[in-house]
């Protein structure tokens, strides 16, 4: 039977080492007495380090010098390995630790080739760790760690494993090792100013220890925060001393598959244990890895066969601590290549070891609640987490169980904490009811629509509403910067000033601000738009004008002008046709003694131009009158909106003029009073008031263009991405977005509404219909009384001429004596005709038919109005007539 020596190097005083050297003392009796037939058997030589780096490199310096140890198990701690390892490097002697599992230590190619690790490297659980802190939608999250190799060995691996599930590491706090508890205390009390809540301690059990007491003592293991232990202090934890002060702290550690052989290793432990509990029930992985390491040296010194093998280069030195003396282990190589490939069932589950260390199955999660741990979930490489172990339908979202957090509450940590503006009009948007109880009751589109968002998110985000009175939108985005609020939910419109102190998502509504006004009836379907131009008043003052200047011209012509002269009935009929014709021609040709008020049509000219100027301005572009509207009237916005902003800064509007307003009744009532010109808002809350106002008001003029409403976080806050992403995911779902668009109400065009836009700005035919029809009746009814009175005169002399004529014969008669001269002329009308209208000279005689129009202008003053004229006038007039048409 060969002897093998096989140092051990713990810290005896330590619970790991304490624990690790009874464990190890029963794996090998527990070894050799179901393989009493191996020719070899270890020979354990166990050294204590004292928790001291330089006596555990001079153990082992002992070890591998003096008692030609062909393996050594430990040393126990990170720190300690790190130099232990370059020794056995160096004297070809493999280091087998169950407990440094620092991943700087980690086997490779080039280095530390001969290290083996029967444990799980720390590095190994960051994944099953980022997937816990994902699970419950933590995005920020604050590290606390020992400053030691073994804590800040794992923290690179760590964060970037949190960063491949966008979660921000916000705080590392760095904790010595020798800290007491006051130094502790003042720590925790920097790190409860900090908003984020969610902690991941990763140190040794003694140093864990305070700090989950002083976190007691600090209010730190209250309702809103959340605890999450490493696998270090999880495999630690005294159910006694510890968990006490752990009240609803999550932990990960490996898994251990149960077995017969695990049960009874637990019975024997507990009858041999000090203590009535024991302390390795189970939890005290260290433990574990310790018994399964000596059985895995026991088989590979047997199958290696090493026998009378041994160092070369004996030390010759008489220092027993000269490095340069120690030999090299000529079987190291071999006995390496057998352990690493020694596989076996073991305490602690299947021992096989993948590039140098123990490959980890599963992870399970528990939840410290009262004494006990309850497991909560699991975690593996392949289905990530799962409730249970052999859950087929395992995937990287909160697949656990609902644990018991700090505080004893079943509320998940950490709560956002959502300002939502607590207002009086347009509460379709948002509402917010306080309760007597001091609950909040939310409800309007915006609520609706972050709802739909959490719905959709891959993890849940556990949130509660904090009412916000008497301020602008800007004062509560300022309470997200000032870290009082996580978020802020409500009709809050993304503007460039805004987004540099909060970040916002996608927008989730439509954008801009538009203009409100009164509608009034078009005036281009008015049959009396002719009339527009002037007012009432100033339409009979205009017509009493006329007829007095008629009066004035029939005055200053009747003794002179035949045209103001015969029957009084006619002589009224020219005076009111003098009036009124001038406002299309001017009677230059007809007036004698007043030839300067020739200039009276041309300024009846000058009043169509202007009725029709204003004819043009009726259908003239809807926006221009509008802003000159503005230049003198009263504006008004929408109380702590930013639209006032817009207003005076960029649209350049006097302050002076502007006024705020509350509800959409505040509109109505400024418009329809005429208070205000009209009401600059954005679109969403103008389509609010339309669906109830209808066709009594409309949006025009130009859109200034926003990026509409949008959830407000901290800058840099990692839950932006997520909920942008989830807001298109709601807004390009139709039917969803139906639903959450009914707390807005009927949006819909009213029936008999009009359009909101004019078509076209031109004048159409029935915007004078008024004017055709009066024309028109004037004209028929005086061709109707005509065409009756000629055929009741013409009537006896057709019948009694041939009464048995055909109907048509007496219609071409009636032609033909239309188309003859009146023999009824009246004698002032003629001689008018040859006055007005002299004709010229037939014979070409000398005189001159201005002399000639003298003449007869002084005989006619001589003759008076009701002398008969001779037949020579008749033919003058005849001849006039003529020469004036022509």
Known sequence: MEIVKVGVILDMKSTVGSMANRTISMALSDFYSRNSHYRTRLNLLTRDSQNDVVLAAFSAIDLMKNEKAHAIIGPQRSSEAKFVINLGEKAKVPIISFSATSPSLSPTEHENKFF??????????????????????????????????????????????????????????????????????????????????????????????KLFKQAKIAGMMSEGYAWIATQGLSTLLDPVSDMESMQGVLGLRPYIPNSKKLEHFKLRWIKSADKPDGSAGGSNLFGLWAYDTVWAIAMAVERAGIENSSFLKPNTSKSRVDIAALGTFEMGAKLLDTLINTTFEGLSGNFHLVNGQLEPSAFEIFNVIGTSERVIGYWTKEKGLLSELNDN???????????????????????????????????????????????????????????AVLQVLE???????????????????????????????????????????????????????????LVKDDERKNFWIFLKPLSWDLWLTTGAAFIFTG???????????????????????????????????????????????????????????????????????????????????????????????????????????????????????????????????????????????????????????????????????????????????????????????????????????????????????????????????????????????????????????????????????????????????????????????PEASPEGNDASPDTDDMQNHSRDSNEGADTGGSDEDEAHSSVGSIYRRT
């Not at 994944?127 to 939608?137: D, N, P, W």
């Not at 990287?396 to 956002?416: F, H, M, S, Y």
């Not at 939910?489 to 805004?498: C, L, M, S």
């Open 116 to 209: 083996v690790r029967s444990a799980y490297d720390d590095s190994s659980q960051v994944k099953a760790l980022a997937s816990i802190v994902k699970a419950y939608g933590w995005r920020e999250i604050i590290l606390i760690y020992e400053d030691t190799d073994y804590g800040s060995g794992l923290i690179p691996y760590l964060i970037d494993a949190l960063q491949e599930f966008d979660t921000r590491v916000r705080y590392r706090s760095v904790v010595s090792s020798n800290a007491n508890d006051n130094e502790i205390l003042m720590e925790l009390e920097k790190l409860k100013k900090n908003p984020t809540t969610i902690f991941l301690v990763h140190m040794t059990a003694p140093l864990s220890s």
């Open 393 to 451: 339908n395992g995937r990287a979202t909160n697949n656990l169980k609902n644990p018991i957090w700090p505080g004893n509450t079943i509320d998940q940590p950490r709560k956002l904490k959502i300002g939502v503006p607590v207002r009086e009009g347009f509460t379709e948007f948002i509402k917010v009811v306080e309760n007597k109880n001091k609950t909040t009751q939310v409800s309007g589109f915006c609520y609706d629509m972050f709802h």
């Open 459 to 517: 993890f849940p985000l556990p949130y509660e509403f904090v009412p916000f009175h008497d301020g602008s939108f800007d004062e509560l985005l300022h309470k997200i910067e000032k870290q009082e609020f996580d978020t802020a939910v409500g009709d809050t419109t993304i503007v460039a000033n805004r987004s540099t102190f909060v970040d916002f998502t996608l927008p989730y509504s439509e954008s801009g601000v538009s203009m409100l006004v």
């Open 551 to 837: 009066l004035v011209v029939w005055v200053l012509e009747h003794r002179i002008n035949t045209e103001f002269r015969g029957p009084p009935q006619h002589q009224i009929g020219t005076i009111f046709w003098f009036s009124f014709s001038t406002l299309v021609f001017a009677h230059s040709n007809a007036l004698g003694a007043l030839m300067p008020l020739e200039h009276t049509g041309e300024s009846s000219e000058q009043l169509v131009k202007v009725c029709a100027h204003h004819m043009g301005f009726c259908g003239a572009n809807l926006d221009t009158k509008l802003h000159r509207k503005l230049d003198f009237n009263v504006d008004r916005y929408q109380t702590n909106s930013f639209v006032k902003d817009l207003l005076t800064k960029k649209l350049n509007f006097n302050e002076t003029r502007l006024k705020n307003y509350t509800t959409s009744e505040d509109y109505h009532d400024a418009l329809s009073n005429g208070e205000v010109a009209a009401i600059f808002d954005e679109i969403p809350y103008i389509k609010i008031f339309l669906a109830s106002y209808c066709s009594r008001y409309m949006m025009v003029g130009p859109t200034y263009r926003t990026d509409g409403f949008g959830f407000a976080f901290p800058l840099g806050s990692p839950l932006v991405p997520y909920i942008s992403r989830a807001i298109l995911k709601v807004t390009e779902d139709k039917e969803k977005m139906e639903n959450i668009e009914k707390a807005l109400g009927n949006q819909a065009t009213c029936e008999g509404q009009g359009p909101t836009t004019l078509s076209s700005d031109s004048l159409s035919v029935y915007s004078f219909g008024g004017l055709f029809i009066i024309a028109g009746i004037a004209s028929m009814s005086s061709l109707l009384i005509y065409v009756f009175n000629f055929v009741c005169f013409h009537r006896p002399e057709l019948n009694n001429h041939d009464p048995e004529r055909s109907f048509w014969s007496k219609i071409i008669d009636l032609m033909k004596h239309f188309d003859q001269r009146d023999p009824s002329l009246h004698p002032f009308m003629k001689r008018s005709e040859s006055r007005v209208h």
